[in-house]
């Protein structure tokens, strides 16, 4: 898998010449072809990540985003209730498989839940 990947890195070093593959372009298509990174800008309402702060703004902005709103502002006890729900069980499942049953601090637990 990791020759593979190397591979297909080098192919399109070939394709785009000396430089191509060191453009912002190439190397922002190469970590999207990687997937997801570090959640820093997430949409919850959209379920969408975005990679730097000028896409989340952009995404904020967007005609589908503020649908979404829309929707929220229609029925927000429904979607609260949704996270809420969501929350419980990441949470719980991070207790049960990481501290399986030993005596833990809350807060500890949810500072590890929000780090990743």
């Known amino acids: 898998s990791f020759k593979l990947s190397y591979y297909n890195e080098y192919k399109s070093y070939l394709r785009m010449g000396k430089h191509g593959f060191l ?13 997801l990174q570090k959640l820093k800008f997430y949409c919850q309402m ?3 990540q975005c990679r730097d702060e ?3 703004k952009c995404h904020t902005m ?10 929220f502002a ?8 949704q996270f809420s729900q ?3 069980d990441e949470y719980l499942l991070l207790l049960k ?5 030993r005596r833990v601090n809350a807060n500890h637990v949810y500072q590890e839940y929000i780090s990743d």
Do not use: V
């Not at 967007?62 to 929707?71: G, I, W």
């Open 54 to 56: 000028n896409g989340f």
């Open 74 to 81: 229609d029925n927000s006890s429904r979607y609260l209730d």
């Open 97 to 101: 498989r990481r501290f399986n049953g």
């Open 23 to 35: 453009t912002p372009k190439a190397i922002s298509n190469r970590i999207k072809a990687k997937g």
């Open 86 to 88: 969501d929350f419980k």
């Open 46 to 48: 959209c379920q969408k």
């Open 62 to 71: 967007s005609e589908s985003h503020q649908r979404q709103l829309l929707l």
